[in-house]
């Protein structure tokens, strides 16, 4: 069965930092790569960041690279997100998946965790 919870999200002011979280079912997580998508209100879903299983290469969108940070820990089926200098055009649900590159490998959606970032 196909688990994902995302957690971490909330309101922050420009510049601050979050760190997300999603947890996954074994089954999900164990041998795949894993990221995270974010959907705006009003626009398509978008790649933000994945990560290979053994968590040494990860990979970014260019609007994240240098302020984001993708890990993962293989022992609690967990990955990551950190977010450092945050700004407003990165409100928005954030939602972690197995992935293919970087396009989602699933075709299932957790809830997500919403992140508003104030100006």
């Known amino acids: 069965q196909v688990q994902l919870v995302e957690s971490g999200g909330g309101l922050v002011q420009a510049g601050g930092s979050l760190r997300l979280s999603c947890a996954a079912s074994?089954?999900?997580?164990?041998?795949?790569?894993m990221g995270w998508f974010r959907q705006a209100p009003g626009k398509e879903r978008e790649f933000v960041a994945g990560?290979?299983?053994?968590?040494?290469?990860?990979y970014y969108a260019d609007s994240v690279k240098g302020r984001f940070t993708i890990s993962r820990d293989n022992a609690k089926n967990t990955v990551y997100l950190q977010m450092n200098s945050l700004k407003p055009e990165d409100t928005a649900n954030y939602y972690c998946?197995?992935?293919?590159?970087?396009?989602?490998?699933?075709?299932?959606w957790g809830q997500g965790t919403q992140v508003t970032v104030s100006s």
């Open positions: 998946t197995r992935v293919a590159g970087t396009l989602p490998a699933l075709d299932y």
């Open positions: 990560i290979k299983w053994g968590g040494v290469s990860s």
């Open positions: 074994g089954r999900t997580f164990s041998g795949y790569a």
